[in-house]
Each structure stands twice: as structure tokens, then as C-alpha cells.
């Protein structure tokens, strides 16, 4: 039996990396749907390419200029019900949530009430609401596999060794491209210099949040969920090779990693072949060519986006959402030039000293408290 397939995101980096997995994988998996939000002519190609039944574009008009564009068998829908109309059909066994940002969380939340295989790289919607998904997760008897390739280094290392004898997660980062530099140089470099990553080609939202490490900050609350630790036994490393994905310590002391070369497409392959594994398109690990693997414990005070997840974490509620909302304005706003690079943990940390969160929030107070912080962000940036 095929595996029918709905990627959400499919412009992006993440998406693309899929659809080349797939190409890769071959007859074994159909595309039934593709989205993005305004990249119309990449979509339109991936159309022609991938013949999908239904494609999702982000306004009217755009749906309007793609359609002389793709297969007349394809159908365009662009309103923002209809990504969750798209993740919920029949005809999809599996989606890969390859969105950035908070666009992800309502359509995330219909694919797992409508029990559908979930492949998640959007850390985003986890952060804000991971205990509602996880829980959603549970009762509609949904696996969610992470496709962040920390969190499929842990999750391949527990499905060697069982979860009940975890005892800590060991979250490797390679330190972004602001790891040997100054503090008090950060805003003299061009937005090219934080957008390029050393070790990963990505978006340019996680790409910032790679340089003020809020990416790493907010993959600790993302494993938090995923495998229901406290964040207090999830350590961040920095380790500049790479090669190491992530680390699981358990009862006895022994220590699992998971290790390859620095590829997406590895963690997306295993997201969409699980539980098996296949041949695929990504290099080997060749360990003559790896000369060290080393280690080093990352710096709060270079970094204070670590310690305010760490903040969020502790305070729970709405406070991971309010953190992330917040951090997505500021980044917004810092690449269309109108804050600088060290604004954005500043203004993090207001939004979230101003908030008066919720306990045991419910979905729609989520939503609320990230419009709300998206709203304050926003005046922070004006001023
Ligand atoms: P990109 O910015 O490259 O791509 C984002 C995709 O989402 C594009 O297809 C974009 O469409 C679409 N999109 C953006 N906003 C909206 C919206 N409001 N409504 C509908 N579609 C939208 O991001 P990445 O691929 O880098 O990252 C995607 C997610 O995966 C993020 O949450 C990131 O944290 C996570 N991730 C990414 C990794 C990577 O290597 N890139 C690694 C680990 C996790 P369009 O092209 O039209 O703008
Ligand atoms: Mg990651």
C-alpha cells in the first residue's frame, strides 16, 4: 500500500528536503497535497512535478495567478480553514508539518483529531501548546515523529532503549555562526553573516534563531513534550562538528547517540519510513574525515534567550507561547531592518515580564496569549 502524503510548507527548506526524500524513496509514496504561502512559482513547479490532487496557496489572488500555472487535475484552495480541510482528508495517511511558525499549531491539531500519521519539523507549535498536542496525541492514538534532528536523534536512541529507564536528554547544538564571536560585535554584522549557518542550510526564521540560540531554547521545551521529561534533566552542549545529533543517558549511566552527517534529509527520511529504515539519497559518515568530536557548555550571558526558555519552561502555562509569539515578531522585525540583533532577546524579555499567564490553558487562551505577545512585540519594535 502507497503512502499518501500532505506536506505543508512544501516551499521551504524543509519541504523541499521532503519532497527530495520522497523522489529518492520512490514508488512507495504519493503526494496528495502540497502548501505554501506565497512562493507561487515554486509550487507551481512541485505541481507539474508531483501531480498532487489539491495545492494550498495563502491569499485569493494568488490562487487566482497559480492556477494556468499546474496540471488542470489539481485543485487551489487558499483559505485558512482550508489547511485543516487539506491534513483531514482520506486520501492523506501522513503530513509533514514543515510550516515555520505559529501557522502550524491549528492544522497540527485537526490532522491528529482526524488520527493521521503526523511528521513534525515546525518546533513552534510544540513550544506554545505541547501539552494540549501531547495529550491530543494520545487519546486519538497519533505517534508524533520529530523531524528536528535532535529530537529524531533521541527518538531513534529510545527505540533502542525504553523511555522508562531515560533519565537525561543531552541536547547537542553546534553553536551557530555567533559562537566565536563577540558580544559587543553582534550588531555590526550584516544579516547575511547571522543568516549563514555553519553546519545547516535552513529558513531565515530559524536561521536567526540559530544565531541567538533561542532555536536550542526552544528545542528544550520541545523535548520537554516529546518525551515527557522535566527540562531540568535536559542539558544543551555545543558541539561545533555536527556529528552528533543528540544524546540519551539512562538509569545505568550508559549513553546512546545518534550520529551522522549533517543532513535534513536523514531525519525526514526516518520520519516518513518509520518504523522501517531504506536506502535514501543522504552521504555517509566518513570517520576518517572526523577528526575530533568535541563538547562545550553554551553561555547564558552571550545567549540570554537560553535562560528566558528556561524562564517559560518553569512558569508553563502560556508563558512557552507568549516566548515564541514574542520571538517571532522580533524576528520579523529584525529582518526588515528595523530592530537590532541584540533587541530581539530585549524584547523577548519584556513581552514576557509583562504577561500574567494562564495555568492549564486551554487552546484558545494559547491563541490568545500569542496574539496578544505578537501585538506587544510589535509596539517594542515601533519604538
Ligand atoms: P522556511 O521558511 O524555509 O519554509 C517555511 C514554509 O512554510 C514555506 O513553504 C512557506 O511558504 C510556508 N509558510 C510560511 N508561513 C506560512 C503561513 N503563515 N501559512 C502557510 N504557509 C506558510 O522554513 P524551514 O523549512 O526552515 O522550517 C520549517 C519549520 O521546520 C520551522 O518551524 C523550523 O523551526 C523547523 N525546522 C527546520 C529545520 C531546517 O533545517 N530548515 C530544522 C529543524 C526544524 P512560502 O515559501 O510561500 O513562504
Ligand atoms: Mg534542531
Known sequence: MKKRIAILGSTGSIGVNTLDVISGLGSRYVITALTADSSIRLLAHQARKYRPKIIFVGTELLAKKIKPLIPSGTEVVFGRDDLSRIVSRSDVDLVVFAIS??????PLVEAIRAGKAVA???KESLVSAGEIIMKLARKHNVKIIPVDSEHSAIFQCLNAIGKEFLTKIYLTGSGGPLLKVAKDKFDSLPRNFILKHPKWKMGK??????ATMMN?????????HLFGMDDKSIEVLIHPEAIIHSMTEFKDGSVLAQLGTPDMRLPIQYALTYPDRAGGVVKRLDFSMVKALTFLKPDFRKFPCLGLARTA???GGTSPAVLCASDEEAVKNYLEGRIRFS???KIIEKVLSRHAEITGPSLS???KAERWAQEEARILCRR
Open 365 to 367: 487562551d494559547i491563541l
Open 343 to 345: 533587541d530581539i532577546p
Open 205 to 210: 526564521k530559524i536561521s536567526v534563531d540559530s
Open 216 to 224: 536550542k531554547a526552544l528545542e528544550i521545551i520541545e523535548a520537554k
Open 101 to 106: 511558525g505559529s501557522a502550524c499549531l491549528i
Open 313 to 315: 519552561a518553569r512558569r
Open 120 to 122: 513534525l519539523a515546525n
